[in-house]
Protein backbone atom coordinates (compact mmCIF):
# COMPACT_ATOMS: atom_id res chain seq x y z
CA UNK A 1 0.00 0.00 0.00
CA UNK A 2 1.39 3.45 -0.78
CA UNK A 3 2.33 5.88 1.63
CA UNK A 4 0.22 9.41 1.89
CA UNK A 5 2.42 12.48 2.60
CA UNK A 6 0.67 15.46 4.82
CA UNK A 7 2.15 18.47 3.86
CA UNK A 8 1.20 19.81 7.32
CA UNK A 9 3.41 19.97 10.96
CA UNK A 10 0.04 19.44 12.47
CA UNK A 11 -0.06 16.82 15.18
CA UNK A 12 -4.02 16.32 15.14
CA UNK A 13 -3.90 15.83 11.83
CA UNK A 14 -1.68 13.34 12.10
CA UNK A 15 -3.36 11.75 14.61
CA UNK A 16 -6.53 11.53 12.86
CA UNK A 17 -5.30 10.18 9.74
CA UNK A 18 -3.04 7.36 11.55
CA UNK A 19 -6.20 6.00 14.03
CA UNK A 20 -8.36 5.72 10.15
CA UNK A 21 -5.62 3.78 8.88
CA UNK A 22 -3.65 5.87 6.98
CA UNK A 23 -0.21 5.20 6.31
CA UNK A 24 1.22 8.88 6.19
CA UNK A 25 4.82 10.66 5.91
CA UNK A 26 4.81 13.95 6.94
CA UNK A 27 6.19 17.01 5.34
CA UNK A 28 5.95 20.82 6.08
CA UNK A 29 6.01 23.15 3.78
CA UNK A 30 7.77 26.57 4.32
CA UNK A 31 4.81 28.77 3.42
CA UNK A 32 4.32 32.50 5.32
CA UNK A 33 0.52 32.12 5.84
CA UNK A 34 0.12 35.34 7.53
CA UNK A 35 1.94 37.55 4.85
CA UNK A 36 -0.44 35.13 2.47
CA UNK A 37 -3.82 35.51 4.20
CA UNK A 38 -3.10 39.11 4.53
CA UNK A 39 -2.99 39.35 0.88
CA UNK A 40 -5.85 37.00 0.00
CA UNK A 41 -8.45 39.26 2.36
CA UNK A 42 -6.91 42.60 0.65
CA UNK A 43 -7.62 41.23 -2.90
CA UNK A 44 -11.48 40.57 -1.62
CA UNK A 45 -11.40 36.38 -1.69
CA UNK A 46 -13.95 34.50 0.39
CA UNK A 47 -12.49 32.85 3.71
CA UNK A 48 -13.79 29.42 1.73
CA UNK A 49 -11.42 30.74 -1.14
CA UNK A 50 -8.17 31.85 0.93
CA UNK A 51 -8.36 28.12 3.05
CA UNK A 52 -8.33 26.24 -0.44
CA UNK A 53 -5.30 28.22 -2.27
CA UNK A 54 -3.56 27.66 1.03
CA UNK A 55 -4.26 24.30 1.56
CA UNK A 56 -3.12 23.83 -2.30
CA UNK A 57 -0.23 25.80 -2.14
CA UNK A 58 0.93 23.66 0.53
CA UNK A 59 0.41 20.52 -1.31
CA UNK A 60 1.85 21.92 -4.35
CA UNK A 61 4.88 23.03 -2.46
CA UNK A 62 5.67 19.79 -1.00
CA UNK A 63 4.86 17.40 -4.19
CA UNK A 64 7.78 18.84 -6.07
CA UNK A 65 10.07 16.48 -4.05
CA UNK A 66 7.62 13.60 -3.86
CA UNK A 67 7.43 12.72 -7.64
CA UNK A 68 4.03 10.05 -8.35
CA UNK A 69 2.83 10.37 -4.64
CA UNK A 70 -0.38 11.26 -3.60
CA UNK A 71 0.25 14.74 -1.19
CA UNK A 72 -2.14 16.06 1.03
CA UNK A 73 -2.52 19.96 2.10
CA UNK A 74 -4.63 21.37 4.68
CA UNK A 75 -5.41 24.87 5.48
CA UNK A 76 -8.02 25.82 8.53
CA UNK A 77 -9.59 29.24 8.97
CA UNK A 78 -11.20 31.24 11.50
CA UNK A 79 -13.73 33.62 10.53
CA UNK A 80 -15.31 36.39 13.15
CA UNK A 81 -17.73 38.94 11.69
CA UNK A 82 -15.47 38.99 8.55
CA UNK A 83 -12.10 39.09 10.35
CA UNK A 84 -9.72 36.41 9.71
CA UNK A 85 -7.60 34.82 12.75
CA UNK A 86 -4.97 33.12 12.91
CA UNK A 87 -2.73 30.99 15.03
CA UNK A 88 -1.55 33.11 18.50
CA UNK A 89 1.85 34.20 18.64
CA UNK A 90 1.81 33.74 22.78
CA UNK A 91 -0.73 33.67 25.18
CA UNK A 92 -0.84 37.27 25.77
CA UNK A 93 -2.25 37.51 22.20
CA UNK A 94 -4.41 33.97 22.52
CA UNK A 95 -5.73 35.77 25.32
CA UNK A 96 -6.91 38.69 22.76
CA UNK A 97 -8.16 36.56 20.82
CA UNK A 98 -10.30 34.46 23.25
CA UNK A 99 -11.65 37.92 24.22
CA UNK A 100 -12.79 38.61 21.07
CA UNK A 101 -14.54 35.49 20.25
CA UNK A 102 -16.24 35.54 23.90
CA UNK A 103 -20.34 35.59 23.30
CA UNK A 104 -20.01 35.57 19.90
CA UNK A 105 -20.42 33.15 16.73
CA UNK A 106 -17.47 32.01 14.25
CA UNK A 107 -16.83 29.81 11.62
CA UNK A 108 -13.88 27.52 10.95
CA UNK A 109 -13.58 26.62 7.23
CA UNK A 110 -11.45 23.64 6.73
CA UNK A 111 -10.17 22.96 2.98
CA UNK A 112 -8.21 19.68 2.26
CA UNK A 113 -6.28 19.09 -1.36
CA UNK A 114 -5.09 16.27 -2.97
CA UNK A 115 -2.47 16.83 -5.33
CA UNK A 116 -0.42 14.04 -7.80
CA UNK A 117 3.22 15.59 -9.66
CA UNK A 118 1.44 19.16 -8.62
CA UNK A 119 -1.27 19.18 -9.96
CA UNK A 120 -4.29 19.19 -7.81
CA UNK A 121 -6.86 16.05 -8.26
CA UNK A 122 -9.32 16.43 -5.70
CA UNK A 123 -10.57 19.17 -3.05
CA UNK A 124 -13.13 19.32 -0.78
CA UNK A 125 -14.15 22.68 2.19
CA UNK A 126 -16.39 22.42 4.85
CA UNK A 127 -17.61 24.92 7.46
CA UNK A 128 -18.42 24.86 10.74
CA UNK A 129 -20.36 27.36 13.14
CA UNK A 130 -19.25 27.84 16.66
CA UNK A 131 -20.38 29.87 19.26
CA UNK A 132 -18.59 30.81 22.66
CA UNK A 133 -20.30 31.45 25.83
CA UNK A 134 -19.60 34.40 27.67
CA UNK A 135 -17.50 33.47 30.00
CA UNK A 136 -16.06 35.06 32.86
CA UNK A 137 -12.59 36.83 33.43
CA UNK A 138 -11.83 34.28 36.07
CA UNK A 139 -12.27 31.18 34.03
CA UNK A 140 -9.99 33.13 31.09
CA UNK A 141 -7.37 33.29 33.26
CA UNK A 142 -7.56 29.87 34.12
CA UNK A 143 -8.16 28.51 30.71
CA UNK A 144 -5.09 30.05 29.57
CA UNK A 145 -3.17 28.95 32.49
CA UNK A 146 -4.08 25.43 32.47
CA UNK A 147 -4.56 24.77 28.47
CA UNK A 148 -0.66 26.04 28.16
CA UNK A 149 1.26 26.05 24.83
CA UNK A 150 -0.96 23.57 23.27
CA UNK A 151 -3.50 26.62 22.08
CA UNK A 152 -0.94 28.20 20.26
CA UNK A 153 -0.98 25.14 17.64
CA UNK A 154 -4.86 26.04 16.75
CA UNK A 155 -6.53 28.93 15.41
CA UNK A 156 -8.96 30.88 17.98
CA UNK A 157 -6.71 29.18 20.98
CA UNK A 158 -8.38 26.55 21.63
CA UNK A 159 -8.82 22.78 21.04
CA UNK A 160 -12.34 21.37 21.19
CA UNK A 161 -11.52 17.63 22.09
CA UNK A 162 -9.72 19.07 24.77
CA UNK A 163 -10.29 21.91 27.99
CA UNK A 164 -11.39 23.92 24.91
CA UNK A 165 -14.65 22.10 24.82
CA UNK A 166 -15.52 24.52 28.07
CA UNK A 167 -15.75 27.45 25.95
CA UNK A 168 -18.53 26.78 23.93
CA UNK A 169 -22.35 27.16 24.23
CA UNK A 170 -22.85 25.40 20.93
CA UNK A 171 -21.26 24.03 17.70
CA UNK A 172 -22.75 23.17 14.59
CA UNK A 173 -20.93 21.16 11.98
CA UNK A 174 -18.32 18.18 11.33
CA UNK A 175 -16.52 17.33 14.30
CA UNK A 176 -13.36 16.02 12.10
CA UNK A 177 -13.69 19.62 10.40
CA UNK A 178 -13.42 21.29 13.74
CA UNK A 179 -10.17 19.61 14.54
CA UNK A 180 -8.81 20.58 11.10
CA UNK A 181 -9.96 17.47 8.78
CA UNK A 182 -12.71 17.14 6.47
CA UNK A 183 -11.79 13.05 7.86
CA UNK A 184 -14.80 11.51 5.70
CA UNK A 185 -14.56 13.10 2.13
CA UNK A 186 -10.65 12.52 2.47
CA UNK A 187 -10.64 8.89 3.36
CA UNK A 188 -13.12 8.49 0.26
CA UNK A 189 -11.18 10.29 -2.19
CA UNK A 190 -8.13 7.83 -0.83
CA UNK A 191 -9.75 5.49 -1.97
CA UNK A 192 -11.35 6.78 -4.91
CA UNK A 193 -7.50 7.19 -5.53
CA UNK A 194 -6.37 3.54 -4.75
CA UNK A 195 -4.51 4.83 -1.84
CA UNK A 196 -6.70 2.38 0.56
CA UNK A 197 -8.81 -0.35 0.11
CA UNK A 198 -12.72 0.43 -1.51
Not at 15 to 23: D, I, Q, S
Not at 24 to 42: K, R, T, V
Not at 103 to 123: C, P
Request: with cysteine; hydrophobic share 45%; charged share 25%.
Amino acid sequence: MDTLVLASGSRTRARMLEAAGVPIEIAIPAIDEPELMASLQESGATVERAAGVLAEMKAKRIATRFPGRLVLGCDQMLDCEGRWLDKAKDSAHARQQLQLLRGRAHHLVTSAVLVRDETRIWHHTDKAEMRFRDFSDDFLDFYVGAAGQEILQSVGAYQLEGLGAQLFARIDGDFFTILGLPLLPVLAALRDHKLLRS
